[in-house]
């Protein structure tokens, strides 16, 4: 199954890249990435989170009304932001100060998204409904993702 998952990621971030390129407005680049996660591979969210302030503030999703600010530092997007790295947990009741916006969640995945001076400007966080469901191929893959956008809009502004 990961072999599969590593050819749809490799589909995706084709798709990514003709969908940045053909498109200035981040906003609406960050709703059909978020869309083109959730119908590739079906996790229970996909969205993004601005950093604004001391808080993380909620951009473009797909999925069930989320969480809309989280505190620096707070559950695994805020920890992921403060600790500036990709974090997997593999079960989301497992992860000390987790904020359950879904009691479907299970496990979690939260890609930081850097300027030029390595600032975290947001973070895609991805749920799923299975435990585990989350590995280096994961990280990876949305790693490059997030290195896209960051290269697109945040260097050299």
Same mark, same amino acid.
């Given at each position: 199954m990961r072999?599969?998952?590593? +050819? @749809?990621?490799?589909?995706? &971030?084709?798709?990514?890249? *003709?969908?940045?390129?053909?498109?200035?407005? &981040?906003? @609406?680049?960050? @709703?059909?990435?978020?869309?083109?996660?959730?119908?590739?591979? /079906?996790?229970?969210?996909? /969205?993004?989170?601005? +950093?604004?302030? %001391? %808080? &993380?503030?909620?951009?473009?999703?797909? /999925?069930? !009304? +989320?969480?809309?600010?989280?505190?620096?530092?707070? /559950? !695994?997007?805020?920890? +992921?932001?403060? *600790?500036?790295?990709?974090?997997?947990?593999?079960?989301?009741?497992?992860?000390?100060?987790?904020?359950?916006?879904? @009691?479907?969640?299970?496990? *979690?995945?939260?890609?930081? !998204?850097?300027?030029?001076?390595?600032?975290?400007?947001?973070?895609?966080?991805?749920?799923?409904?299975?435990?585990?469901?989350?590995?280096? %191929?994961?990280?990876?893959f949305l790693?490059?993702?997030?290195?896209?956008?960051?290269? %697109?809009?945040?260097?050299?502004?």
């Open positions: 072999t599969d998952r590593s +050819a @749809a990621y490799n589909l995706l &971030l084709k798709q990514v890249k *003709e969908i940045i390129s053909g498109e200035p407005d &981040l906003i @609406a680049n960050l @709703a059909n990435i978020s869309s083109l996660i959730k119908m590739q591979f /079906g996790f229970l969210w996909v /969205g993004w989170y601005f +950093a604004k302030g %001391k %808080k &993380l503030v909620l951009g473009p999703f797909q /999925g069930e !009304v +989320a969480c809309t600010r989280i505190p620096y530092g707070n /559950g !695994v997007c805020g920890t +992921a932001w403060k *600790e500036k790295k990709t974090l997997i947990v593999p079960d989301v009741h497992k992860f000390p100060g987790h904020i359950a916006c879904s @009691a479907k969640s299970r496990s *979690e995945i939260v890609v930081p !998204v850097f300027d030029t001076n390595r600032n975290v400007r947001m973070v895609l966080d991805i749920d799923s409904r299975k435990k585990n469901d989350f590995d280096r %191929k994961d990280k990876k790693e490059m993702i997030g290195l896209m956008i960051s290269l %697109k809009y945040f260097h050299g502004r």
